[in-house]
């Protein structure tokens, strides 16, 4: 069974976890997210993927964009599609719509949001942003003026300047009524180097750009937050290692810390209670973590588990 964090009253109030497993997601008196209609940019695999199909399960309007569709992957090379993830949106309680969608061309985005603009009566309540497409543009352990500057600047286009296109047109819809939340996923919730210049940059500018637009949107009653998950069991990370969600711990043997990742639900779920919670404006600007809004809206896990990455990494001395 999907266990959502979606029953009546879970955004903002605790929930006991014996609650929660006695509770039914597909038989709840309501859905926290009932009528709200959600963008999700970069839907098609990992923390995207994850958070689309928990906004559905809270019962919103998802539109599913990316570049992989059915017969057409991206230049990504990987099978998941932004098809399969609007059927997931569907098939737990929501409307998943996919859009193929390539964020760094301007008019396809702007076509986005008209579509959105007709089709939802010109409602708009959440964002996201998990564009990224810079899996191989990273060269780890190389220095910024040894590796190709046509590389870095590639993915400055994908996960950066897609996340400004992005919201200069999402964000007129939710100006327009007064309401709305932009989420911008980003990795790390500090302006510390990530060990690469490149990618550092990329995950810095998500934050910032999240307090920037939370400054500007203030006035208009719209929100804006960064938000990180902590060690990411996504798709690739699993191919990586070579193990399924199943033996997931056997990554372990190879890479230590892996036994302190979260699946792309855990992040999704925060996201979910987040979006729903009536007092998001309070909230505006913040950086956040997954592990943070599982303490604030007792999230658990899709395995039953509570990591908390920032608990592990301060443990094994990250952050000194």
Known sequence: MFLSVCWEGNAGIKVSRKDK???????????SLTGKVAVVAGATRGAGRAIAVELGACGATVYCTG???RGNPSDIGRQETIEETAERVTAQGGQGIAVRVDHTVEAEVAALFERVKAEQDGRLDILVNDVWGGEKLTDWGTPFWESPLSRGLLMQHRAVHS?????????????????GLIIEITDGFDYRYRGNLYYSLTKVSAIHLAESMAAELKPHGVAAVSVTPGF???E???DHFGVTEANWRDGARQE???IASETPAFVARGIAALAADPAIMDRTGSILTSWGLSDDYDIIDADGNRPHWGRYAEEQGFYK
């Open 21 to 31: 497993k006695e509770a039914d997601p597909m038989n709840q008196k309501s859905k």
């Open 67 to 69: 570049r992989s569709t």
């Open 163 to 179: 996340h400004m296109i992005t919201s200069y047109y999402g964000a007129p819809l939710m100006v327009a009524r007064g309401s």
């Open 232 to 234: 990411l069991r996504s």
């Open 236 to 238: 690739e990370m699993l």
């Open 256 to 258: 230590p810390h892996f």
